[in-house]
């Protein structure tokens, strides 16, 4: 049975994640100017850039968000307006 690693707040690690051995940190260096991580004088890449499929269905998210807000308060608008013109007496 493997021993299980806890947090310092006493929480377990993921299934997978192993500690790192003290002897290995020599090969980790930090560019103090980029502030970039390096593995054994090799740039570690920490960022994800989206492609353009992603990018398609992100835009195509938020419009949809934005017209089902907009179709939201129009609806809640007309609703206000039914509301106020059914109590309000004609002049």
Known sequence: ???VILSRDGKPWPPGVER??????DMMGFHRETKALHWDGVPVIT???LGQREYFLAALAAWGTAGAALIAALAFA????????AVTPPA
């Open 78 to 85: 007309f609703q206000v307006y039914a509301q106020w013109s």
């Open 1 to 3: 049975m493997a021993d």
């Open 20 to 25: 790192l051995p003290l002897d290995g940190f």
């Open 47 to 49: 960022k994800h850039e």
